[in-house]
């Protein structure tokens, strides 16, 4: 790893400090996005910009920078690395206050970016995934840096030799420990609709716009645990993992426990769509 950027700054990671009342350390007050970088190039910038102000604003917080100033951190840091392929991690804290809970005690915002080689992972044989009841707050559109519930998730999916949790309020499925949901049923794709209960995937929403492109049924619909249960493909998407075939559900197969023929359609179009961006 290069250097990394604090408050102004571009400088090893060792010497980065923060204070120990920095409200991301004693509240965990603060959001964060994670930006792909596919041949020294940012992936949807754009839109995790656009996430990234929406997630400011659910937080009451100013943006500290404009789109350009974002953009030109992030791709100092792409510079820095001699990786083609990247992971950015950007995170904003309200800053340094003492520890009371009033938000305007906070004057300066506390910025941290870092970059790394983008892990290589081979996940197209399939996961496993566990069901859990969705135990986090009430405002998953937020991309906040609280996330105990989602570690704790994701822990007890490992756990139970999985590889992630698919959670659901009710009898109804929200989205994974860290990812979204699709499913495919008779020959259409259904994924849970934008709400609070979920984060607004960037590559959820791709997925949706290039497969409705091409003419593949692709709705956004409320998805009941039976559903899911019964369903002929399960996928999850995040930007780390973009499109995972979900080939076992709790103790059950999922459609044959082999990726399906949709997966391997969706994963085609989006892989295309990933080099057409050159």
């Keep these: 790893m290069g250097n990394v950027y604090l408050n102004g700054r571009f400088l090893p990671l060792e010497d980065a400090k923060i204070s120990v009342l920095d409200r991301g350390f004693t509240f965990g007050d603060g959001v964060y996005e994670v930006f792909l970088v596919y041949k020294r190039k940012i992936f949807r910038l754009k839109e995790h910009l656009e996430r990234l102000e929406r997630s400011l604003a659910g ?95 994701r822990h007890q999916a490992i756990q139970e030799g999985a590889t992630e949790a698919i959670l659901y309020k009710g009898d109804t499925i929200t989205e994974g420990a860290a990812s979204n949901v699709f499913i495919v049923s008779h020959g259409v794709v259904k994924t849970p609709p934008k709400s609070s209960s979920i984060l607004p995937g960037i590559t959820r929403d791709l997925i949706v716009e290039l497969l409705q492109e091409a003419g593949i049924p692709c ?25 995972v075939p979900v080939i076992k559900l709790d103790d059950s197969l999922v459609g044959d426990g082999q990726p399906g023929k949709l997966w391997h359609k969706a994963m085609d179009i989006y892989q295309k769509f990933k080099a057409s961006q050159d």
């Design 59 to 153: 937080i009451y917080m100013k943006n500290p920078r404009t789109r350009e100033g974002w953009t030109q951190i992030l791709m100092d840091l792409v510079k820095d690395n001699p990786a083609d392929d990247q992971s950015l991690y950007l995170q904003i804290t309200r800053g340094v206050s003492e520890r009371d809970h009033a938000i305007a005690l906070a004057i300066e915002p506390t910025i941290f970016a870092m970059s790394k080689p983008l892990p290589k992972r081979n996940l197209v044989q399939g996961i496993n995934a566990i069901t859990c009841e969705d135990i986090r707050w009430k405002f998953c559109d937020i991309k906040a840096i609280t996330l105990l519930p989602s570690v704790i998730l």
């Design 219 to 243: 709705k956004e619909n409320n998805i009941t645990r039976k559903e899911l249960m019964q369903a002929d493909e399960i996928w999850i998407t995040s930007s780390t993992w973009e499109i």
